[in-house]
């Protein structure tokens, strides 16, 4: 049960990479020029929260990070709640599609 969830995560994410995320994007062009990344953010955090409520078996709990000492830096302990779990992810999958694009492009 669990593999087919996954499965259906990764179609279901393929299925908005390809189709419904290039007709938003080609659509907010003109307003995605002015604001850079924010939109593109702002598609991603969407797109994460209809797959949270459109399919059962992917979820998005809140996130507790235990804080971390690098080096003498220290960052302290943080709670974070579920819609900012949401944001998080989609500000990891903005970087790294950015940062592909930037490489490969």
């Not at 819609?83 to 989609?90: D, M, P, W």
Request: charged share 5%; proline share 6%.
């Amino acid at each position: 049960q669990d593999y087919k969830n996954v499965v259906v995560t990764i179609a279901s994410l393929l299925v908005v990479s390809l189709f419904i995320k290039p007709l938003f994007s080609l659509i907010l062009i003109p307003i995605n020029f002015f604001t850079f990344i924010s939109v593109t953010l702002l598609l991603n955090t969407a797109a994460v929260f209809a797959l949270t409520l459109f399919l059962p078996g992917f979820t998005i709990l809140a996130f507790k990070f235990p804080g971390a000492n690098i080096e003498g830096l220290i960052i302290p302990p943080y709670s974070f709640s579920q819609i900012a779990t949401v944001i998080l992810f989609a500000a990891i999958i903005t970087t790294t599609q950015k940062t592909l694009h930037a490489i490969f492009e």
